[in-house]
Structures are given as structure tokens and as C-alpha cells.
């Protein structure tokens, strides 16, 4: 017979993960900082538009910002390599270090690849279920698909692929991603912000007399 005096204890998500440095590059230290100046320049100049056709003006948009976030991800940040997520061990909850990977200088096309490997995953896997998460957060479905489709498209470019870039497609860092257990690193503070701006976006909407 089972003991039901016995209480048993959900096991919980131990972060492994490591905050993700910027490259140590003259590059990438200038860069980082044009980065958003250039991705606000683009709203800016498509606002206007974006006001009078959401539609053209998103779609139309796609393509200079997967451009910008994948030059971002190649100057910036470094690839996937499967070298940072240590593993778990039995003892206390490892201490977070930064990772440093300028141990062995990287070509550009495996910077290039990963960066194109990332943009197909982003826009495959993470367009569609952010287009069903805004859908059952209350957008409209019928009238508004494309809206929907495009706004989750800019999403997952701004969010999902550094993410993909820089952690790959390992379960269990996308366990840490879901649960929302990453240390605060750049990539990790792009992605929440996004989704943050997107929610404060939406708030003021209902008050739109």
C-alpha cells in the first residue's frame, strides 16, 4: 500500500545557464550601441505608415529587420556551440559566471550560418505560437489575422533570434527560456523586453475612445 502520510515534493528547474558576454571585439562594442539607434530609426520611419496600412507597413518591415538583427547577432554575439550550458551536478546550485568565448576565433561563416540557421527557426517555430499566444490574449482572429501574423513575425525577430543564435535548440535551455529562468544578459533583457513593449503597447488600447 502507498503511504499517503508521504508528501511528495515537485522537482524544480535548477538554472544551469550562464549570462551570455558581447563579444570582446572593437566591433561589437561600437555596435552594440548603434544596434538601437538603428532599430528605432526603422520604426520611426515606418510609423507614419504603419498608422495608415499596418499590413504594408510590417511586411515591408521584415525584411530590413531580420537584416539588422542578423548582423547584430554576427558582430555582437557568439554562436551556439552547445559549450555553454555546463552540466548539473549533485552539490549546491553552481555559481553564474560570464562565459568568455574568445578562446578560438570564429569565422565568418560560422557566424553567418548559425545567424541564417536562427532566422529560419525563429520565423518557423516562433511565429506561430506567438501569433496563437496574442490570439488567446485577445486579438481579434477573423479581422485581423494578418495583423496578428505580422506583429508575432517582428517579435520573433526582435526576441527569439538571438535566443536562437546564442543557445540553439537545447531542451534544457529552453526549458530555462519557458520558465523564464535565464540569467539577465543582454540577449535574455532584448527578448523580455520585447515582450514587455509589446504588452505596454496593447494596455492603452482598450481606452482608445
Request: charged fraction near 10%; glycine fraction near 6%.
Amino acid at each position: 500500500m502507498i503511504d499517503s502520510s508521504v508528501e511528495v515534493k515537485p522537482r524544480k528547474l535548477i538554472p544551469v545557464s550562464q549570462p551570455i558576454s558581447v563579444l570582446s571585439t572593437d566591433a561589437a562594442r561600437l555596435y552594440r550601441h548603434i544596434h538601437p539607434v538603428l532599430l528605432l530609426a526603422l520604426y520611426y520611419l515606418c510609423f507614419p505608415k504603419l498608422v495608415d496600412d499596418p499590413v504594408y507597413a510590417l511586411s515591408h518591415g521584415i525584411a530590413p529587420l531580420a537584416l539588422f538583427q542578423i548582423v547584430y547577432c554576427v558582430i555582437c554575439l557568439p554562436p551556439s556551440s552547445g559549450s555553454s550550458t555546463p552540466q548539473p551536478t549533485p552539490s549546491k546550485t553552481p555559481k553564474r559566471k560570464r562565459v568568455q568565448f574568445a578562446k578560438s576565433p570564429a569565422t565568418l561563416a560560422s557566424k553567418i550560418i548559425p545567424a541564417i540557421l536562427s532566422l529560419i527557426a525563429s520565423l518557423s517555430l516562433s511565429t506561430p505560437l506567438l501569433t496563437v499566444i496574442l490570439i488567446l490574449f485577445g486579438a481579434p482572429l477573423t479581422t485581423h489575422f494578418w495583423h496578428n501574423l505580422l506583429c508575432a513575425t517582428h517579435m520573433s525577430l526582435l526576441g527569439a533570434l538571438p535566443l536562437f543564435y546564442v543557445h540553439g535548440v537545447d531542451a534544457r535551455m529552453w526549458r530555462e527560456i519557458s520558465g523564464a529562468c535565464l540569467p539577465f544578459d543582454e540577449v535574455w533583457g532584448g527578448a523580455v523586453g520585447t515582450v514587455v513593449g509589446s504588452w505596454l503597447g496593447a494596455v492603452p488600447i482598450p481606452l482608445d475612445w
